[in-house]
């Protein structure tokens, strides 16, 4: 059985100095860097589909974005503009509608004489008055200038509206939007008006008109939106300036007034932060119908608008010059933003905490949105911070996953490595600070202990026709032994046979290894005699332990190979232990505790062990002076 042992453990040693390494892992960098490229393909790939695609979820994310751009500016009351509602109340009052057109012409006058500067329509004639009383209406546009509306189709082919003068620079027929027909009013009302204007609005992916067409192109005749022929109306201009570039129409200029900054299809922001009022005095009243069933309700960004409040916004926009405004450039600069800030978040991911990603990531999101603002409160332009946060987000939430994922693979790692070995407030120390597992070799001060089961090859033999039996009976034992160890809080580095080796003070730090190996001795016997006694109920042979404990500096970690390896240590310390495991039956013969303890740990614990002898053992030629406990 001696021998057998020795060559078990001999073998043992030799296996654990196979290879001692740094490190076992990959070499980081090397895959930090494969890492990196394989989150930055498909993020940038990700980027260009998502720019060039422009999907509508990202587009009615992006024009809420706006919305709530718009809504920073104060709200004010218009100075320039009243509206006129002809309301339930009014129709009770006057009858049904459409009113008779001397009503209207009584409306100017009443206006006129009220102290307005212009009325404007927002409602079409295109019929002749039932009562022929389009010639009171059309001379009352002489008591006060008036503009009408008209409206552009997309469902016909008729064409029989009025002439404008258009100064076009460029492709501007090309990128206008396009439709087929336009329904004008009675050419005796289009003829007395200062002007007229079509009331289309067409609303954005999500279903709210925000912008509003300068000039929309029918079967190649351009036509002003109401408002801006308002404008040009006004000033007595005769004609509009349009210019066109690769991208699309710039600006809308009447010469009058400021150049008017669009968008590619012409199209006009609208500021929606104005309060209209009732009193007309000096201002220019734009009349609409708002009882209900009359004149559709349009969804905008502050609610559901009639066409002549949509119209009114619009003018004070102008007036104001407050239309905001995209800047050529800005779709380059929100693709260079959204990749900045995607890699800032896939490297704070890889490099920083938790923590320090999620406050990394609320930094440079936080960053790019009050940049945003800025840009719009200064300069009316409006950068979309939307989609730049949500890849930072979604870059940096996929970082966050991964690295959660990675540390809870991590503790599944630990926990599969030395859940059966250590205890499991040890597993759980660990699980919470893997850092205190260092990975490759480490050189420590530590106490070992090899036990092995005395008598266990009798028994062996006596069961030989029931090895069931047997290996219930080992188990049986070493889990006794296990239990006692992972009490103490040992680390249990392999099972040989019938032989337990325990460790201290790797991976974690015990300051009392010494002592904790001891009292694991003692425990084991009080564990060993309780087996021993239900054994004998069972009519079993009892067994008996050899305990060897010893201390000193080794190297101890994960060795073996890059494929294939195990938590272990490798030092002479070692050897002497279980050197000293083997020298025990000496002991069990005289009578005495089987255990020997070596003198390094026997100095840190002098009140719980006493002197034995001193001895020499294989493959040592100082002589050893050997310790047993104090029992």
């Given at each position: ?47 260009v ?26 709200d004010?009351?218009s ?16 009858g049904?509608?459409p ?14 004489e ?10 079409l ?23 009408l ?6 469902d ?9 003068g ?30 007229t204007g079509?009331v289309?609005a ?10 509003i ?32 570039g ?10 009058a ?31 609409g ?10 969804p ?16 004070e ?5 407050s239309?905001?405004?995209r800047?050529?450039w800005?779709?380059?600069?929100e ?13 704070s991911?890889?490099?920083l ?11 440079i ?10 840009a ?10 939307s ?31 030395f ?5 499991p ?39 030989q026709?029931?090895p ?25 580095d ?51 332990v ?39 039956r ?6 005495e ?20 002898e001193?001895?020499?053992v ?14």
């Open positions: 059985m001696q021998g057998q042992q020795g060559s078990s453990k001999e073998a043992l040693l030799k296996q654990k100095t196979i290879l001692i390494q740094e490190s076992v892992r990959p070499d980081e960098d090397g895959n930090a860097k494969r890492g990196m490229i394989r989150l930055l393909i498909p993020l940038i790939v990700l980027v589909a998502v720019r060039v695609f422009d999907p509508w979820p990202i587009e009615t994310i992006r024009l809420k974005y706006f919305d709530f751009l718009l809504t920073l500016q104060d004010r009351d100075e320039l503009i009243a509206l006129y509602d002809i309301d339930e109340e009014a129709l009770a009052e006057n049904q509608w009113w008779p057109r001397s009503y209207l012409a009584d409306l100017n006058s009443e206006l006129a009220r102290g307005a500067i212009a009325v404007v329509y927002s409602v004639f295109p019929e002749p008055d039932r009562f022929l009383q389009d010639g009171e209406f059309a001379l009352s546009m002489q008591e006060i200038p008036t503009f509306s008209a409206v552009a189709t997309i016909t082919d008729r064409r029989d509206g009025w002439e404008i258009v100064a076009s620079m460029g492709p501007v027929l090309e990128n206008a939007m396009q439709y087929n027909g336009i329904l004008p009013n009675v050419q005796a009302l289009q003829e007395a008006s200062t002007g079509v289309n067409a609303p954005e992916v999500d279903g709210l008109v925000r912008r067409p300068a000039l929309i192109n029918v079967q190649g005749q351009l036509y002003p939106a109401l408002s801006v022929d308002v404008l040009r109306g006004l000033a007595g201009d005769p004609s509009y300036q349009v210019r066109a690769e991208s699309g129409i710039e600006a809308v200029r009447i010469p007034y400021d150049t008017i900054q669009t968008d590619s299809a012409g199209r006009i922001w609208i500021d929606w932060n104005t309060t209209f009022k009732q009193d007309v005095e000096n201002k220019i009243v734009y009349v119908v708002t009882a209900a069933g009359i004149s559709p309700l349009v905008t960004p502050i609610g559901q608008l009639f066409p002549h409040q949509i119209q009114a916004n619009l003018l926009t102008l007036l104001r010059g239309a905001p405004v800047p050529d800005s779709l380059a600069a693709t260079l933003g959204l990749l900045i800030l995607a890699l800032l978040s896939a490297l991911a890889r490099f905490p938790v923590y320090g990603v999620a406050i990394g990531i609320f930094t999101s936080s960053l790019t949105a009050i940049s945003s603002v800025w719009y409160l200064r300069f009316g332009m409006l950068l979309d911070a989609l730049p946060v949500l890849s930072a987000l979604t870059v940096g939430g996929a970082g966050v996953f991964q690295r959660m994922l990675t540390e809870y693979r991590l503790k599944m790692q630990i926990k599969g490595q859940g059966t070995y250590v205890s407030d040890l597993v759980k120390q660990l699980q919470d600070d893997p850092s205190k597992l260092v990975l490759g070799g480490e050189t420590k001060e530590m106490t070992f202990l090899f036990c092995d089961l005395v008598g266990f090859t009798p028994l062996s033999e006596s069961l026709d029931d069931q039996k047997l290996v219930w009976i080992m188990n049986k034992a070493l889990t006794s032994l296990t239990d006692v160890a992972l009490k103490n809080g040992a680390t249990v392999k099972y040989i046979g019938d032989c337990l080796f325990l460790l201290w003070n790797a991976p974690l730090d015990c300051d009392d290894h010494e002592e904790k190996a001891v009292i694991t001795a003692v425990d084991m016997l009080i564990a060993l005699k309780f087996l021993n006694d239900e054994l004998e109920e069972e009519g079993i042979q009892c067994l008996n050899g305990i060897g404990i010893n201390t000193g500096l080794c190297v101890v970690g994960n060795m073996g190979s890059e494929k294939r390896f195990d938590y272990s240590v490798v030092g002479h310390p070692v050897n002497t232990a279980a050197r000293l495991e083997g020298k025990t000496q002991m069990i013969k005289r009578g505790p089987p255990v020997l303890i070596g003198e390094p740990t026997a100095k840190k614990v002098p009140d719980m062990v006493r002197y034995v001193t001895i020499t294989k493959g040592q030629s100082e002589p050893l002076r050997v310790y047993t406990i104090d029992i």
